[in-house]
């Protein structure tokens, strides 16, 4: 079967959501990832389209002209101040207009007890809207690996809870591929790539600055991407999650965000993975 390719939004924030679409289609990516739920970080842009309707209906209008697709929104992280979970049903409500069958989530808080509630209230309430909950592990988060995400899964038992992939935080959150091998395999349907260096930072600081400005193209690095996805269902989408501020600074984010499709095309092809 043919592998379908979605991009981060993370990759360029600035684009607005049609802008990413517009951008990402003319390069050949099959669909999008779109950050519409905003984290009000220092310079973020806000995508939001549950409360802008100039903004979902150009959204909207990309979609048709295009015929791409939005295969998940971004981010309802649970954190300690997520005393609310319905705070993210307009989102997830103006996503489904949009066809969006995904929410990406991760957990920012060490309260067991209160993030395994309210990961089980966002299950029942992306469920109202027939939407997977995507748990991503993050290297500096509270749930920051595969085993830690796959038992808060097996604690609330929801039937479109599922996890998200993320090459980088498999590489340095150590996970083995024995781990992966003993998941269930329909557990994982988006996988976010890219590449890394063969250290991993000691501080958080740094963890977070490649994570967010600094990671490198598939195959560039020290990562076993290949036999991280040949143990994946083929189905799988493969989100290339490219953020690289100093690259996009020299060639621009159009070229960038093609570049960093083409490389992983041809890392793909060349291990047997089309």
């Not at 009000?40 to 959204?59: K, Q």
């Not at 493969?238 to 083409?262: D, F, T, W, Y």
Request: glycine letters at 4%; proline letters at 3%.
């Amino acid at each position: 079967m043919t592998r379908k390719y979605s991009i981060a939004h993370l990759t360029w924030i600035n684009w607005t959501p049609p802008e990413m679409i517009y951008n990402t289609h003319l390069i050949g990516y099959d669909c999008v990832s779109l950050r519409t739920i905003s984290q009000g970080l220092p310079g973020e842009a806000n995508h939001d389209i549950s409360n802008n309707n100039e903004l979902f209906r150009l959204t909207q209008q990309a979609l048709k002209d295009t015929g791409m697709q939005i295969n998940d929104i971004e981010l309802a992280k649970i954190d300690k101040n997520t005393t609310d979970i319905e705070k993210y049903e307009p989102h997830l409500e103006a996503a489904a207009k949009l066809g969006v069958k995904n929410v990406v989530t991760n957990i920012w808080t060490p309260d067991k007890a209160f993030y395994t509630d309210k990961f089980a209230e966002l299950c029942d309430l992306a469920a109202k809207y027939e939407m997977s909950v995507n748990l991503e592990f993050v290297t500096w988060a509270n749930v920051c690996d595969l085993k830690s995400a796959k038992e808060l899964i097996n604690e609330v038992k929801k039937q479109n809870a599922r996890i998200v992939l993320d090459t980088l935080h498999f590489y340095r959150s150590r996970v083995t591929m024995d781990e992966l091998r003993s998941t269930p395999k329909n557990l994982i349907k988006i996988v976010h790539v890219c590449d890394a260096g063969r250290e991993i930072p000691s501080d958080k600081e740094s963890l977070v600055h490649t994570g967010r400005a600094e990671r490198l193209h598939v195959g560039e690095g020290a990562i076993n991407i290949a036999e991280i996805v040949k143990n994946l269902d083929e189905d799988v989408i493969l989100c290339v999650e490219m953020p690289n501020l100093e690259r996009v600074k020299q060639i621009g984010p159009v070229e960038h965000a093609r570049r960093s499709l083409v490389i992983a095309k041809e890392y793909f092809k060349r291990n047997g993975i089309d």
